[in-house]
């Protein structure tokens, strides 16, 4: 099974509507075309065209582990001794270790993949359709792209087993593992089936994101940190937060699909008509899109709070009795140590460089 030769004219990228229509369209006529559709068929096809030997699959299982150890020495060694240097809030300086862990391999993948997608050879980003061209069923996989699949791929199973036993535990936490075993299944079927191309597509469409997410926590820790206020860190957690609500909606509701999907789902059989696992793959993608439009839910719950003033926090954390207590008893107490005759203490509080947040007032800083 063999793909056609490549058109000589770039296809300009489509609109939505002409991406529902048209999907909608090619898959309903596949459907309607594969009358052997079914469990023997797929077992068939699986056996004919999936290509992955146990070295690879040992690789993968020795990178997973490898990538916990890196993480757990990172932490132990690194993380947490900077949480404490920096004086963190007690929650925050558990979180913190999270966030910096994936701030660092999210900004190595992504400056990976984006040198791959620009400054080599391949075509794929500006060029969509061009991830099918010449493909074939066991074709040898580059060695720049396999590294890429390594990493990401080794990476997302340790992130299951980060995700349920190390992570925080949050509102999405079990949304997220179910994120991670489709993008899993998602890299090591797309591997299997040689449809690496458009992977590194997905993966760099998805990871710019998660560098602006965890930059703009880490910043939300550090901007209270040691009993001060912070004013460089709020505004880099404020300009991090709208950057990333931009980056979602432009690169996961806007390019992945009208690039991507539209080339999974309509240009891969004008290249390859009898392509294995058509919608398999393309069911995968779409529930890929499905949880994007539900993390979009949480962007705009944040948004929200942020013009209602309310700073910059993770909305998906789960509400911290302990500590609203804490600043409920924090604030009566600053009430009860201001003496009735005093009305101009927010004033004074303001002119001696303090600055006043959950009805605590705080040294201010640069």
Sequence with gaps: MESHAEPVEVEP??????????????????????????????????????????????????????????????????????????????????????SAWKLVFYSMSWSYSSYLLFFTSYSFFHDPPSVFYNWKSGMPVPIDIAIAYLIQGSFYGHSIYATLYMDAWRKDSAVMVVHHIITLALISFSYAFRYHNVGILVLFLHDINDIQLEFTKLNVYLKSRGGGYYLLNDVLSNMGSVSFSITWFWFRLYWFPLKVMFATCVSSLQSVPNIPFYFFFNSLLFALLLMNIYWFLFIVVFVVKVLKMNGVNDVREYEDEDSSKAAAAAAAANLLDIDDDDDDAGHHNSAQGKHVQNGITKEKHL
């Design 13 to 98: 990228m489509p609109g939505y509507l002409d991406l529902i229509c048209r999907a909608s369209t090619v898959m309903l006529g596949a459907w309607r075309n594969c009358a052997e559709c079914g469990l023997e068929l797929s077992r068939r096809t699986f056996l004919d065209n999936a290509f992955i030997n146990w070295t690879e699959i040992a690789l993968f299982l020795f990178c997973a582990y490898l990538w916990t150890q890196v993480r757990q020495g990172l932490t132990e060694s690194l993380f947490k001794p900077l949480a404490r240097w920096c004086t963190l809030l007690p929650k925050d300086a558990a979180k913190m270790p999270e």
